[in-house]
């Protein structure tokens, strides 16, 4: 697609040369205010039917132009008629061109520009095979008469569970459920909240106060359709909850609240991005400078947990453990880790763990059969690597690799820790290699048929191509920066994408009509 609007685009602008500003300006304008559009369109109307909006401007871009074009007026009228034919076919068929996550068709399917969610009847089916033990384990603790599953982009999953306490056993047998009843605690901050079924844990274990942060309004919308019609299934509306839709880091930064639990399970932003690009998936709910405002907010005996799966556990225990370091706090003997087969809980305090804090992880994780270990200076060291650190300025927190480390291992005991997900997913090696292929594929299908053409004077060319190539370069170099930064600024990685490039386009398409009145 791109490769063909590349041709139009350079064929309009051969034959219209002498507005190439001109040009350049509605180009630039016109993608910068779409960006906008794309993005209220995504909220507003879910992929779908943004694809339709989409399909739209571009055939209606086109019957405007051939309607004030009087060699092409004639062709206005029958490009009306396919589109209108077009939209009409698409609307009504769409869902039959769906991609469906699993071999089953979802109760209901929603999107917004940031994510699609399916949602399904509990089935175990649905579990991820990596996830199962602890999924597992909650579903059959926590029986309640309505259970979904809601599926995020078709990787991420989080359950919902209506709320009947007359009918729900305690969920302390679920390893995920267990930093809830470590001790009492007034007040607890889930962070990641999903479809509530940490909350509905908490509730349970008995904290009188819960705040409740998610980012996604689709999932808390879905919640509340789901119990329309008995709305005390619904854990938000439960009086010792307090739901915030918003950014976790927007939210717990502007809070004046300290708390004696925050936790977060399996909080991540796939954001569409598929299997292959976690090297790439930032992530500012883990990185060093999360950590101390966490460790900002806890009370003095506060506790900071964290459930995922081990190979990410990894890597939140070491930015934990440095960001201890750096706050002036010896790790020893604060820091716990809770192992099952897949799913590992960590942990962290600012203060020393209590003897009764040690002795019900030990219970608890000896009838559960997993294992419990309590760091020490000399098992810290083997927990952290020496490798890129997870910081706002570097949120991938799986590209552990730098220039000097992309070509050998530095760590082989955290080699060991993480082996098993290099096999699921590329590496940054894999990405180098891409950029290599991309490069010979360049050298081989432009610069070689330049080269070698005869009606074109490459040696004359060169220094404008690599004029061009360097702006391209410094463009998009500049671009990627301000995207991952305006990150931290609002709520959403995709709002950020658009005001940046909404602001680039915008003034880089008024700077190209400008200079239209630059003397040749």
């Known amino acids: 697609v791109y490769f063909i609007w590349g041709l139009i685009i350079c064929v309009v602008f051969t034959l219209y040369a002498n507005n190439i500003s001109k040009l350049y300006f509605s180009s630039l304008i016109g993608s910068g205010i779409g960006s906008f559009i794309a993005v209220y369109s995504l909220d507003k109307f879910g992929n779908q039917l943004s694809l339709l909006v989409l399909f739209l401007f571009s055939i209606f871009s086109i019957i ?50 940031f994510s699609q969610i399916d949602t399904y009847e509990w089935y175990d089916y649905l579990i991820h095979v990596d996830e199962e033990e602890a999924l597992l384990s909650r579903a059959t603790s926590i029986k309640g008469s309505a259970m979904y599953q809601l599926v995020i982009d078709c990787i991420g999953a989080t359950t919902f569970v209506g709320f009947e306490p007359a009918n729900i056993k305690s969920g302390s047998r679920a390893i995920l459920n267990m930093p809830f009843e470590v001790t009492e ?9 999903g479809a509530g079924i940490d909350v509905v844990a908490a509730v349970l274990a008995g904290v009188d106060k819960v705040t409740a942060v998610e980012i996604n309004p689709i999932i808390l919308n879905r919640v509340n359709k789901l119990t329309k019609n008995n709305p005390s299934l619904n854990i938000y509306n439960h009086k010792s909850v307090d739901l915030v839709l918003e950014e976790a880091r927007n939210f717990i930064s502007k809070s004046s609240n300290n708390y004696d ?6 909080a991540k932003r796939y954001g569409g991005a598929g299997l292959s690009a976690y090297d790439f998936l930032e992530n500012y709910l883990y990185t060093q400078e999360a950590f101390n405002e966490y460790f900002k907010h806890l009370t003095e005996n506060g506790i900071l947990a964290i459930g995922d799966l081990k190979w990410f556990i990894q890597r939140y225990t070491e930015n934990g453990l440095l960001a201890l370091k750096s706050n002036g706090i010896e790790p020893e003997n604060k820091v716990a880790l809770v192992k099952s087969s897949n799913i590992f809980l ?76 290099n096999e699921a997913f590329p590496s940054l090696y894999s990405y ?11 050298l081989v299908f432009f610069i ?27 463009f998009i170099i500049f671009e990627l920066m301000l995207i991952n930064k305006f990150t931290l600024f609002v709520m959403r990685p995709v709002y950020a994408i658009s005001i940046v490039l909404s602001s680039l386009l915008f003034f880089a398409g008024i700077g190209s009509y400008l200079t239209n009145n630059i003397s040749k």
Not at 185 to 193: D, E, K, M, Q, T
Not at 434 to 439: A, F, H, R, V
């Open 64 to 113: 405007f132009y051939c309607f004030f074009d009087r060699k092409n007026r004639k062709l206005a009228v029958p490009l009306l008629v396919i589109g209108l034919i077009g939209s009409f076919f698409y609307y009504n068929f769409a869902e039959y061109f769906s991609i469906l996550c699993i071999n089953k068709k979802p109760l209901f399917t929603e999107s917004n520009s």
């Open 185 to 193: 605690y007034p007040n607890a901050l889930v962070i990641g909240s």
């Open 261 to 266: 639990l925050i936790y977060l399970t399996s």
């Open 346 to 421: 960590a942990f962290f305090k600012k203060s020393d763990f209590t003897e009764q804090e040690k002795n019900f992880l030990l219970r608890q994780s000896k009838s559960m059969g997993f294992d419990v270990e309590f760091l020490d200076t000399k098992s810290i060291d083997t927990y952290i690597a020496k490798a890129v650190k997870i910081t706002d300025n570097h949120p991938f927190y799986w590209n552990r690799h730098n220039l000097k480390s992309l070509l050998g291992i530095t760590n082989q005991m955290y080699e060991q820790y993480i082996g098993l997900k």
């Open 432 to 442: 180098f290699l891409m950029l290599i292929i991309t490069l010979l594929c360049l």
């Open 448 to 474: 070689f048929p330049f080269y070698f053409s005869r009606s074109f004077n490459f040696s004359n060319s060169v220094p404008f191509l690599l004029y061009f190539s360097f702006i391209g370069l410094g």
